[in-house]
Every structure is written in C-alpha cells, then in structure tokens.
C-alpha cells in the first residue's frame, strides 16, 4: 500500500483517472449489451432527436413533451442522447458506454474533491473505491436514462472542485468563482434535484472556513444570474407547469393525501432503506411502488423508522461536534443530509412520483462513502492488515453484487421479472411485464398479470386501462368500455381516453366518438391517432369530405390506402 500511494502520489490525477476508467468498465462493461428499457422510451421513441438540427429546441422543451404536466426539464441530458444518436447510432452500445464513461468520471472527480477538501490521499483513494463499488449505483448507470443521475454528480463536483480553488485564499478567485456557478447550473440543466448543491458548497466553506456568515452568503451571489437563466428557460418549456408538477397517484406513491406528521415519520423509515440498500444491498429492486414501502402512521410500530431517527440524530451530532464537524466525519454528514432532503417525501419538496428510487441515491452516497471512507482510513492506519483485508473483502463483495445486478437491466423482460421477484407486493412488475405480453400477441398471460396486479390494488388506473385494453383486443367491447370508463374516472389522461374513443368506434357509436374526440383535439392537436380515428367515424357515417379534412394522419400513406384502410376498420 505504501508504494502504491507513492506511486499515486506521484502521478495522482492521471493515475486516479485510468483507474476509475478502468473500475468503471470492469464493474458494468457487461451492460453494453443491454437494450433500451422502461423509461428509456421518453427519448428512444422521438424521431426527431436523430436530427443534430433539432438541439437548440431541446432547451426550450419538456424533458417529455407529449406529458409537460410531470415539470421536468432536462436539456442537458437530452441533448447528450440526441448527440449519442447522432454519432453512434441506433444502437444501445453507444449509450451504455456513454453512461460507464460518465460514470469513471464522477468517480475520478470523488478523488479530486476529497483530496482537496482534506489533503488525505489514502482517504481520497478509499473513498472514492467505495463509492465506486457500491451495487445500489447499478441503476443509475445500467439504466440509460438515468444519465441525468450521473451528469449532475459530475457536475456538482466539478462546480465543488472550482468552488473551492475560488475560495482557496481569503480574496475570492472570479475566474473560479464563475466557473463554479457554470458547472453548477449544468447540473441543475440535468437534474432538477442538483439545485442542493450551492448549500454545500456554501456550508462546507462555513465549516471549514470559520468565516462570518453574511461572507458565505456573499459567495451564493455568483450563482444567481446562471440560475435566473435556467428559470427563464423553464418557465418557457414548462409554462404553467414550470412549478406545478402533475399529482401523483396513489399507486405510484402511498404517501398522497398523508399530512406532513406521517411523511416525516415515512421519511425516517427512507433513511433506514436506503442506508441498508447501500451498505447490505442484498434487497435491491427496481420499484418501490404501493405496499412496498408502508407509510408510518406510528413511530413505535416501525423499528425501520426509529433506526432512521437515530441515525439522523448521529449526523446532526457528528455535524455539532466541534471535534468532528470539519472533519470528513461531519462534512460527510452534511453532504448526505443536504442531499437526502429532496428524497425524502417531506413538504415542500415532497411528493415524488416514485416513494423510494435507487438511482436517486447516486449522489447522496457521496456523504456516506466519504463517513465509510473515513472510518477505514483510521483502521487502516491503526491496523494496516487487518484494515486492508476487510477493505479488500468489502470491494470483492460489493463488486460481484453490481456485475450479477447489472444483468437486471439487459432487457425490459429481465427488468419487469425481477420487479414481480423483488416487489411482489407491488402492482408494477405485473404491469409492466403484461404490456409485454400484450405485444406478443400472449393475451391470456397479460391478463392473468393484470388480475394479479388488480388483486393487489384494484384502482391502479394504467392496470385497469389494460385489462380494457386486452378486452378490445379480444373484441369484447362492453368489458372493454367498462374497465376504461373506470381508469377515466382515477386518471383522465390521454390513452385512457383514446382506448375510449377507439372502443366507440368499434362499437359503431361514432357521433359519440366525433363529440368526445373534437374535444380531445383541442388539448391533443397534432395526435395522429385521433385523426384517424375521427376520420374512420365521419366515413362510416357517410360524411366523406368532413372525414378527407382528417387524412393528415399519416402523411406517406396514399389517399386510396387511408380509404382502404377506414372501409377495413
């Protein structure tokens, strides 16, 4: 160990960087194989992000335009994948070795932060391994679309680093200052979640620094006027939803409608689950949805959630201690709470879409390791072999668990199984693994997925919209129209409407249809499938010029093929 930190010493950011490189493909090089999955469809289906024409307009757009109303915008990771296309390609190969290099590169910048913030080498080292190591960042880089967890890592260190080369003597570097504040609005361009990042730059600094306080509020000054143009900006993608995300179903997230008394408890009880999917991840799953996670109504019937007081209580004293608050005990401590805020369900920046999500923990475990880090320096210091076999026994086991993990994420069918292996008490593995089904054509195993999935919650409305869906597919329209009449009335939302519509028409109730689909028009006006469905319904009436207005839908088709197709539908 003595020679190789020499070595590191000598060559130290060169070194670090082709290790983490290194590391990095080692531990999820078998995820260059893995396809587009889940919600990887938000970029992998829009055409027009194969046009390197098109990247200007990403800045002024949801991060999912056809769904505004979810208030996310993330131009920075959009326009990575449009550049992704563009260079490599359709294939996913390209994406997947984007995501290990961003990934090597968060890792190196770990190191750089470390040893900068505590001029320790073998600390800088262990704790950037550890991190490196931990199997709960298997989603955030096996999942392509979780890029914008990765990006805005790297950008918040990189605006750390440049942070603290400003800040290094008491006249503060403007360059570096500047630089700072650029990095850091990238990473809120990436993730909405990053705007955390100026309070522990700023703490940190307060901390270490033992400046007055009106002198740290000062230095947040320069990262006003980037983050005025990331709000001018999403006030232009998002408009009236830039601040006013869609509700969240219950299904999705048991914590809506709760007050606050139960999401604080509920968020104790969060701690606990992500401190033991990061340090024992042994029950890592890739949904958290309904029974999953129980919210806390009482804090004596959950020892989860007192486990979570206690540790909390345990930073929050590492962090007042003056003997610990400066050291990487307390900072770690303030990075790991500063983060876990925007996670924790607690009002206002509570209800998510999702209760608990790993990929969310890609930074916040950037405290942890640095604590973990900390506490094996001082083993390895006081009991070198002994300290240095744990370590070396804790990567073995944390790195087989990422690569065998990883295999999760090869395939929407590796995924979707594993969900009904690792939540069975949720309804989205079952969900999601039937609309797999449905596209094969295996619509009595879709349905059988969807019962067990309505047995579990019967309001869940996607799961209620298929079984009507799989009903129209077997051409029992009266089911059908039953099961999407109920998905309507928990979630007025585009497909369930249109399953409506598309069931009208086959039902031959077609002046229903046209009144109910002028309506949907006016709030969908470029949805081809509306068009064609208006222009069925007007043709089957008789009404052939009012139906021709309609033959948009689908520009390359022949007039005599839309005709065709309408007289066959």
Request: hydrophobic share 45%.
């Amino acid at each position: 160990m003595n020679s190789f930190i020499t070595f590191l010493k000598k060559h130290s950011y060169t070194s670090a960087f082709v290790i983490s490189v290194g590391l990095s493909f080692l531990l999820y090089g078998n995820t260059l194989k893995g396809e587009f999955v889940y919600d990887d469809a938000f970029f992998e289906s829009r055409q027009e992000i194969r046009d390197i024409g098109y990247l200007p307009k990403l800045w002024i757009e949801s991060f999912i335009p056809d769904n505004p109303k979810a208030s996310l915008f993330r131009p920075l990771v959009t326009s990575t994948f449009l550049l992704n296309f563009f260079v490599t390609g359709e294939s996913t190969f390209g994406f997947h070795l984007v995501n290990i290099l961003f990934n090597a590169i968060a890792c190196f910048l770990l190191y750089v932060l470390v040893l900068k913030l505590f001029n320790n080498q073998l600390l800088a080292i262990l704790t950037a391994l550890i991190w490196a190591f931990f199997p709960i960042h298997t989603e955030s880089v096996a999942y392509i679309k979780s890029r914008d967890e990765i990006l805005s890592t790297v950008f918040l260190l990189l605006g750390w680093i440049a942070f603290i080369k400003a800040t290094k003597s008491q006249k503060v570097n403007i360059k570096y200052a500047a630089l700072s504040s650029i990095f850091y609005i990238f990473a809120v361009f990436s993730k909405e979640f990053a705007f955390f990042g100026i309070f522990l730059y700023l703490a940190t600094y307060y901390l270490q620094k033992k400046t007055a306080i009106i002198n740290t509020i000062r230095l947040g000054f320069f990262y006003v006027p980037p983050f005025l143009v990331y709000l001018l900006l999403r006030i232009k993608a998002l408009e009236q939803y830039a601040f006013n995300p869609r509700p969240v179903i219950y299904a999705n997230n048991p914590l809506v409608g709760e007050n606050i008394f139960v999401r604080i408890l509920t968020s104790f009880k969060i701690v606990y689950i992500y401190l033991q999917r990061t340090f024992l991840p042994f029950k890592l799953s890739a949904s958290y949805y309904f029974r999953e996670v129980e919210p806390v109504k009482n804090i004596f019937t959950s020892w989860e959630a007192l486990f979570g007081i206690l540790f909390i209580i345990f930073l929050l004293i590492l962090i007042i201690r003056k003997r610990t608050r400066k050291n990487p005990l307390g900072i770690g401590a303030i990075m790991f709470l500063v983060s876990y805020y925007p996670l924790s369900q607690i009002p206002p920046l509570g209800g998510k879409a999702d209760i608990v999500a790993e990929r969310w923990m890609y930074f916040p475990t950037v405290g942890l390791a640095i604590i973990l880090g900390y506490i094996l320096t001082k083993l390895v210091e006081k009991r070198r072999s002994a300290g240095l076999i744990f370590f070396g026994s804790l990567l073995i086991l944390y790195g087989a668990r990422t690569i065998t993990r990883n295999r999760v994420w090869l395939s929407e069918r590796t995924l979707y199984e594993s969900i009904i292996k690792d939540a069975p008490r949720s309804t989205q593995g079952y969900y999601l693994t039937a609309q797999l089904e449905i596209r094969e054509g295996n619509l009595e195993k879709a349905k059988e997925l969807l019962q067990t999935a309505n047995g579990i919650y019967d309001s869940h409305p996607n799961v209620v919209r298929s079984l009507g869906y799989v009903s129209y597919l077997e051409g029992d329209y009266d089911s059908a129209e039953q099961y999407i009449k109920k998905s309507i009335s928990l979630n007025r939302d585009y497909e369930g409407n249109l399953l409506y519509a598309m069931t009208l028409a086959k039902q031959g109730r077609c002046g229903l249809m046209i009144q109910g689909g002028a309506k949907m028009l006016e709030n969908y006006p470029e949805s081809s499938e509306l068009k064609e469905l208006m222009a069925v319904c007007f043709y089957k009436l008789g009404l052939t010029e009012e139906s021709i207005k309609f033959f948009d839908w689908v520009p390359g088709e022949t007039h005599e093929d839309k005709v065709y197709f309408i007289d066959s539908f």
